[in-house]
């Protein structure tokens, strides 16, 4: 077999990008310099409710390099003339509009921009404006909202509401051998990529920009600033090459885009804003929750009723919706289910998509409240899982285009050593920690979205693929490149991808996990172009060998289009398109879903996730030496990337289940942890062994390459097989995220 012969997908290809990210070449929004570039800084407003009286900015505008401070008096007249503002990812109602009056909705709002010809000036003069506010009621407690929660009047794209109820829920509870009841509280989180949001707006003449920006999405940053902006699609160009993370948080332009753009226009000089680590806790976040869930079961461990009723908290001004209980109605077989979901207003910033938003935190009430079930009823949780297995999705009744939960469960609990558990909370001693063996089940979506591509071949055997997608660390940019290098048989490295611009092919923003597939899909339909084309004009060639040939009989081959039962009869690329004088073969190709398909059949990720803990008896002090999460996500382009990306939501999980937590000093309003110092995420000392088993799974309908896409699903139920594996170890309920050590003791 020569080398050309291996299939890049399904190789632990390193990161094609990856010696550009750890020498520094990859440059980030913030790090695009221009001429002239002017520095601004957001003042961010010191109460969570009420209107500006006045302004003082005298003694800042008097600060030596200061250019200019906007505020809701003199900011960028031209902004928001379009009622039509665009954002793909945006809920129902108004979208946060900075500096736009002087309302003050939430503590951290922007009150002002300051710009200056340095940052430091900026920042100096930042400090120096006040204001005076008329301070009106406000309320940041999910717990005094939740009995006013109301259902969303206007329901967000894409989110499908809770499912109309099936049997008769309360009846069955009522009537059942075995039932819990529990409320689940789960805490605000903050996504705290480690790349601040940033915006680079370079000012290119009359009314044109080039926009290096901090976003999940190019053209949906470009659809914004044109919208509210009123500029033409042809002058905005935003470039987005690499991503220091976002989970969501980047899927929304978020308030620095507004600012650098604005200041941008009014000023004609080019403009950088990044918000301070700080700042970021007043953008977007994962809202709190609170859960009701009953659960009953029969003799024989049957489930027999699911209620979950849950609330979850959204800002004054827009009604954040995430599929949050949906996956209770279709987990587990039930014929009696009755979910709910309602929203609170609070005075914050309107929360945004985090990683798996909805299941990470859905998925971990029902999972805790499973276990509870489970034990109640005596029977070891995972018989308990799998006797309760869903072979439909009882929500719509459709089937699952592929399943392999079942192997998760074996191969999870084989490599935990699940037989280990004992059936006894709080029976295991080991010196003086109590350990613990706990599981869940996890679930997301396998999403494919409309996307485009094209795809370039040139004589020198370099193909280019291209598409507005973004990488945020999840490896597009490695995973393009081994797709269009299996497509036509060439090396990784002779596939230049391009990504992370406006200017390319349409693409959504990157998220819900489904970039592998849809994207992956649109570069695959573009080579599957190019290669007909090299084969039209091959078939053509003067003495061609494969003049006889149908398309079905060649294969694509280190650089070479040759016959698949003689490869030895074949033609370069090189020679093909030399023969027919052509300089490129080019073809631009859709991935869509199919909708016919749809109406009989949903996709999903599964997973199982196991979690051996260890609880300090007298402290309280958790410790996790080992996590096996087990994920069924159809075909992995790359083993390495993939695994990263479980690896990150395993940790994200874990922070979830013990660390992250927004505290806020409701007599405030105020968030008292906006920093990296007292917002907890886990550090090394709190990862240990952490194993990724990805379990064979064949799916010819997901979509076109058979890859259902993957990263958020290393979070889901994460939480959940940490806190059911503490009250093994101590026979004590963790219902409330995290579960911090007071929580235990
Ligand atoms: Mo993901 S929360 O869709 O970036």
Not at 324 to 353: E, F, I, Q, R
Request: aromatic fraction near 6%; include cysteine; proline fraction near 5%.
């Amino acid at each position: 077999m020569e080398a050309a012969d291996i299939h890049h997908i399904g190789n632990p290809t390193n990161r094609v990008d990856g010696r550009l990210k750890v020498t520094g070449a990859a440059r980030y929004a913030a790090e695009y310099e221009a001429p002239g570039l002017l520095h601004g800084v957001i003042v961010s407003a010191s109460v969570a409710a009420g209107r500006i009286v006045s302004l003082k900015t005298e003694r800042a505008l008097s600060v030596p390099g200061v250019v200019e401070i906007f505020t809701h008096e003199n900011c960028g007249s031209g902004a928001w003339l379009d009622r039509n503002w665009k954002d793909e990812v945006a809920p129902p109602g108004h979208p946060f509009r900075p500096l736009h009056s002087d309302r003050i909705l939430f503590d951290g709002q922007p009150i002002a921009l300051v710009v200056a010809e340095t940052l430091e000036a900026a920042r100096d003069a930042a400090s120096l404006v006040t204001a005076a506010y008329e301070v009106g009621q406000h309320c940041t407690e999910l717990e005094v909202k939740r009995s006013q929660a109301y259902e969303p009047p206007e329901k967000r794209s894409g989110i499908p509401p809770p499912p109309e109820p099936r049997g008769k829920a309360e009846d069955a509870f009522e009537r059942a051998r075995h039932r819990i009841s529990a409320d689940y509280r789960i805490r605000a989180e903050h996504h705290n990529p480690m790349e601040l949001f940033a915006t680079t707006c370079v000012y290119e003449g009359k009314d044109k920009l080039t926009i290096y920006e901090k976003t999940q999405g190019s053209q949906n940053s470009q659809g914004y600033v044109t919208s509210v902006f009123g500029l033409k699609t042809k002058n905005v160009r935003v470039i987005n090459h690499y991503v220091g993370g976002a989970f969501g948080s980047a899927l929304r332009p978020q308030q620095q885009l507004f600012f650098a753009v604005m200041a941008s226009l009014e000023l004609k000089r080019s403009v950088r804003v990044v918000l301070t680590r700080s700042q970021m806790f007043y953008i977007g976040y994962r809202p709190e929750t609170r859960h009701a869930i009953s659960l009953a079961a029969d003799n024989e461990g049957r489930l027999t009723s699911i209620i979950h009723d849950a609330v979850a908290a959204t800002s004054h001004y827009e009604d954040y919706q995430e599929s949050l209980v949906n996956w209770s109605g279709m987990m587990y077989h039930c014929d009696n289910v009755k979910l709910s979901y309602g929203l609170a207003k609070l005075n914050t910033a309107t929360p945004c998509d985090m990683r798996a938003p909805g299941a990470a935190v859905g998925v971990t009430a029902l999972e805790c409240a499973i276990d509870e079930l489970a034990h109640a009823a005596g029977i070891d949780p995972l018989e308990f899982r799998k006797r309760n297995f869903a072979t439909l999705d009882e929500n719509t009744g459709k089937q699952f285009t592929s399943k392999a939960l079942g192997a998760c469960y074996e191969q999870g609990a084989a490599s935990i050593g699940w037989e280990r558990r004992s059936a006894e909370p709080g029976a295991v001693r080991d010196g003086h920690e109590l350990v613990g063996l706990g599981m869940a089940t996890g679930m997301w979506e396998a999403a494919l979205m409309k996307a485009s591509a094209e795809a370039k071949l040139t004589p020198d055997g370099r193909l280019q693929v291209s598409t507005a997608a973004s990488d945020i660390g999840t490896g597009t940019w490695t995973i393009l490149a081994q797709i269009g290098a299996d497509a036509l048989g060439l090396p990784v490295g002779a596939v230049t991808p391009l990504i992370g611009d406006s200017s390319l092919s349409a693409s959504p923003v990157e998220g819900g996990s489904w970039t592998a597939a849809s994207n992956g899909s649109a570069v695959l339909a573009a080579c599957e172009a190019v290669k007909q084309t090299v084969f039209k004009h091959a078939r053509k060639m003067a003495n061609s060998p494969l003049a006889a040939a149908s398309f079905d009989e060649v294969v694509f081959l280190g650089g070479r289009i040759a016959l698949r039962t003689d490869p030895d009869r074949g033609l370069s690329l090189a020679e093909v398109m030399h023969a027919s004088d052509l300089r490129e073969i080019k073809a631009s190709r859709k991935a869509a879903p199919k909708l016919l398909q749809m109406r009989k059949y949903v996709s999903y990720t599964h997973s199982a996730v196991f979690a051996e803990v260890r609880v300090d008896r007298d402290l309280g002090i958790v410790r996790i030496p080992k996590i096996v999460c087990a994920v069924a996500a159809g075909k992995i382009i790359n083993p390495k990337t993939a695994r990263s990306q479980i690896l990150g939501g395993v940790v994200m999980g874990i922070g979830m289940a013990l660390h992250e937590e927004a505290m806020t000093d409701h007599r405030l309003g105020k968030i008292m942890n906006h920093n990296f110092a007292e917002y907890h995420i886990p550090a090394h000392a709190d990862i240990a062994d952490i194993k990724v088993i990805f379990v064979d799974e064949q799916d010819d309908k997901v979509s076109p390459l058979g890859v259902k896409g993957l990263g958020e699903i290393g979070i889901v139920g994460t939480a959940a097989a940490v806190a059911n594996a503490i009250f093994n170890a101590t026979g004590k309920r963790g219902r409330d995220f995290p579960i911090t050590l007071d929580k235990i003791i």
